[in-house]
């Protein structure tokens, strides 16, 4: 009876005090914004406390919040950030750490969950995520090749006479670094939910074995011309005369408007990989200002969001691809969430690490140069790369 009358003393107090929760948000399509605005209508009639909602470009939030927070002024609540801030914004010392608030993450996917963890600390609650998948056009390829002789077979069917069996920017470090992954490359080491900055796996065994993979899909199988870019695969796509192409949810829209009847599968495993394909992974999630007086309430409200019911609307809202498992599976006979979702689960989340800044440019340099010409020297080019990341991150 004691812990009982307690537990309602508490509950009353802490409705006698409302808080005012101030949101900022890049969202621009209408229906996530109605979304928003419906959530925080719920919130606040729930709980007693009022929600301001403020419209923040994106690219301003992190320089913004590391201006505003240790003022006292900003938000107490974004939504959403990508992981790839997260750990600038942890350094700086500006959002507040999630693991208290968090009771059970069972629901919440372990790639996104990974995402959204920096140094061992959950930073922010996953709310959708996006990689790139294998995209299958289904009057070309029934079923999708689940091998990588099966994978090679179909693309070489379907290539000539104006049409082609598949096509990626071969160029693109982001839309290839499954191929990384499977080798056993990386960016920076993971261990134990900690990047190691120090130890950059871009120009490994594995790291040779992707890039030379990618040159033969152009200079070996004949499958990947020269100058391919996403546009132009993309438009092939729409066009019909494509019967596989790896991109993300962003070309779903026009892919559907052409009224292409596709599929999504993950690729195959490489080659003498020991590990599947596994893609990139970003994560957008919600996070709490480290400055904010009203801490409680701001993380009662992003948990909130991330439930797998506000998953599902979110999902019909804007079709961001959910990271609630209970949400997928509400949404399993959506081809476009159930085939993302699984490339999802098999990717690896991007680093969140500042000092990823250093790296993208000498890869993708490398990327690039390695599918120049036929057969190049993989290993000058990886190491010299290699050497100018090492030299900016120190």
Same mark, same amino acid.
């Given at each position: 009876?004691?812990?009982?009358?307690?537990?309602?003393?508490?509950?009353?107090?802490? !409705?006698?005090?409302?808080?005012?929760?101030?949101?900022?948000?890049?969202?621009?399509?209408?229906?996530?914004?109605?979304?928003?605005?419906?959530?925080?209508?719920?919130?606040?009639?729930?709980?007693?406390?009022?929600?301001?909602?403020?419209?923040? @470009?994106?690219?301003?939030?992190?320089?913004?919040?590391?201006?505003?927070?240790?003022?006292?002024?900003? @938000?107490?609540?974004?939504?959403?950030?990508? !992981?790839?801030?997260?750990?600038?914004?942890?350094?700086?010392?500006?959002?507040?750490?999630?693991?208290?608030?968090?009771?059970?993450?069972?629901? #919440?996917?372990?790639?996104?969950?990974?995402?959204?963890?920096?140094?061992?600390?959950?930073?922010?609650?996953?709310?959708?995520?996006?990689?790139?998948?294998?995209?299958?056009?289904?009057?070309?390829?029934?079923?999708?090749?689940?091998?990588?002789?099966?994978?090679?077979?179909?693309?070489?069917?379907?290539?000539?006479?104006?049409?082609?069996?598949?096509?990626?920017?071969?160029?693109?470090?982001?839309?290839?670094?499954?191929?990384?992954?499977?080798?056993?490359?990386?960016?920076?080491?993971?261990?134990?939910?900690?990047?190691?900055?120090?130890?950059?796996?871009?120009?490994?065994?594995?790291?040779?074995?992707?890039?030379?993979?990618?040159?033969?899909?152009?200079?070996?199988?004949? #499958?990947?011309?020269?100058?391919?870019?996403?546009?132009?695969?993309?438009?092939?796509?729409?066009?019909?005369?494509?019967?596989?192409?790896?991109?993300?949810?962003?070309?779903?829209?026009?892919?559907?408007?052409?009224?292409?009847?596709?599929?999504?599968?993950?690729?195959?495993?490489?080659?003498?990989?020991?590990?599947?394909?596994?893609?990139?992974?970003?994560?957008?999630?919600?996070?709490?200002?480290?400055?904010?007086?009203?801490?409680?309430?701001?993380?009662?409200?992003?948990?909130?969001?991330?439930?797998?019911?506000?998953?599902?609307?979110?999902?019909?809202?804007?079709?961001?691809?959910?990271?609630?498992?209970?949400?997928?599976?509400?949404?399993?006979?959506?081809?476009?969430?159930?085939?993302?979702?699984?490339?999802?689960?098999?990717?690896?989340?991007?680093?969140?690490?500042?000092?990823?800044?250093?790296?993208?440019?000498?890869?993708?340099?490398?990327?690039?140069?390695?599918?120049?010409?036929?057969? @190049?020297?993989?290993?000058?080019?990886?190491?010299?790369?290699?050497?100018?990341?090492?030299?900016?991150?120190?």
């Amino acid at each position: 009876m004691k812990k009982a009358a307690m537990l309602l003393s508490l509950a009353l107090l802490g !409705q006698s005090s409302a808080a005012t929760l101030t949101v900022w948000s890049h969202f621009t399509g209408a229906g996530e914004i109605s979304w928003l605005r419906a959530q925080a209508d719920t919130y606040a009639k729930a709980s007693g406390n009022t929600v301001n909602i403020v419209s923040v @470009p994106l690219d301003q939030i992190p320089d913004k919040l590391i201006q505003a927070a240790p003022k006292g002024q900003g @938000p107490d609540v974004i939504v959403t950030l990508p !992981q790839d801030r997260l750990g600038q914004l942890a350094a700086a010392g500006v959002i507040e750490p999630m693991d208290k608030y968090v009771l059970s993450r069972t629901d #919440l996917d372990k790639t996104a969950l990974s995402a959204m963890t920096y140094k061992g600390k959950l930073f922010g609650l996953p709310m959708f995520a996006e990689s790139v998948a294998l995209l299958y056009n289904k009057a070309l390829v029934p079923t999708p090749p689940t091998t990588w002789d099966a994978f090679l077979a179909t693309a070489q069917k379907n290539t000539g006479n104006g049409k082609f069996g598949f096509l990626v920017d071969l160029s693109n470090a982001y839309a290839n670094y499954g191929f990384f992954g499977a080798y056993g490359s990386y960016i920076f080491k993971n261990t134990a939910g900690t990047l190691n900055v120090g130890d950059v796996g871009i120009a490994n065994a594995g790291a040779v074995k992707a890039v030379s993979l990618m040159n033969d899909l152009r200079y070996k199988y004949k #499958l990947v011309p020269e100058g391919i870019t996403a546009d132009v695969a993309k438009s092939a796509f729409v066009d019909g005369k494509l019967a596989m192409i790896v991109t993300g949810p962003w070309d779903i829209g026009d892919i559907k408007k052409a009224g292409i009847n596709f599929g999504i599968a993950n690729l195959p495993t490489p080659p003498g990989a020991a590990d599947k394909w596994s893609p990139f992974v970003g994560v957008q999630g919600v996070i709490l200002n480290a400055f904010s007086k009203n801490k409680v309430a701001a993380a009662q409200f992003a948990k909130s969001l991330v439930t797998n019911t506000a998953q599902v609307s979110f999902n019909q809202a804007g079709g961001r691809i959910p990271v609630s498992l209970a949400a997928r599976t509400k949404l399993k006979a959506d081809p476009v969430v159930s085939g993302f979702s699984r490339a999802i689960s098999a990717g690896t989340p991007m680093p969140n690490v500042p000092q990823m800044g250093a790296v993208w440019g000498p890869w993708g340099n490398a990327v690039t140069q390695s599918v120049q010409k036929a057969s @190049p020297d993989y290993t000058s080019i990886l190491s010299s790369a290699l050497k100018e990341i090492n030299g900016n991150i120190k």
